[in-house]
């Protein structure tokens, strides 16, 4: 419980940090499929933590603990789901929206995101929770649950890894031939080993 409400405080923290940036630059801008991938990504995480947050209270039955859980796990995939498409469609940019790159994303990101939905739905179902529990502690005790929640960690780091090393192809490209290429000079310095970091550390669980 500890653990879920520190990185509550994290996200909350981090919010503010670029809130001001958010309401200058994305409020008043023209509605369209970025803007709304964007205004996704960046709230669902406030409404899956709710969820989340609530099975711990005491006093909860087995059945809302599986609809807080089911409800809180649904919300995180959509979220990790659409903050990849959008890390995706960057990448298309960056290839100057190459129609053979547009294919293979998609065709990646469509193939991958069945199995991750599955393994999200049964992981929840799997889920064996404590009969009872003491008083004033939280009753959605877990016991048991499978491990296919692996394969989602292992997704996001296939992903991921694709897309980090086709931004380090062009941008190499783009140095080799003097291009001055904003947005993939902006990822390479702001993104390249953030997104490193995320990558690697999982390759050891799959």
């Known amino acids: 419980m500890y653990t879920a409400v520190a990185a509550t405080a994290i996200l909350v923290y981090d919010y503010f940090l670029t809130v001001e ?19 996704s990504t960046r709230y669902s995480p406030f409404m899956d933590t709710i969820p989340m947050m609530y099975h711990f ?3 909860m039955t087995e059945h809302t603990c599986r609809i807080a859980v089911w409800f809180g796990g649904t919300l995180y995939t959509i979220g990790i789901s659409t ?3 959008i890390l995706m469609l960057r990448t298309w940019a960056v290839w100057r929206r190459s129609p053979k790159i547009a294919w293979l994303l998609g065709v ?8 991750a939905y599955y393994a999200s739905i049964s992981y929840v179902e799997s889920i064996v929770y404590a009969p009872s529990s003491p008083p004033n502690t939280s009753t ?17 780091m296939i992903l991921e890894g694709l897309v980090l090393s086709l931004t380090l192809i062009q941008t190499h490209k783009n140095y080799r031939h003097d291009v ?18 995320i990558t690697f550390p999982r390759a050891p669980g799959c």
């Open 57 to 59: 209270f005491p006093g």
């Open 108 to 115: 990646v990101y469509v193939t991958i995101s069945v199995p």
């Open 83 to 85: 903050s990849e498409l």
């Open 21 to 39: 940036l958010e309401i200058k630059h994305i409020w008043p801008a023209p509605w369209s499929i970025l803007k709304v991938l964007y205004l």
């Open 180 to 197: 001055n290429m904003g947005l993939a000079n902006m990822i390479v310095k702001d993104g390249q080993h953030s997104m490193g970091f």
């Open 140 to 156: 959605c005790l877990v016991l048991s649950s499978n491990r296919l929640t692996i394969i989602n960690w292992c997704i996001l």
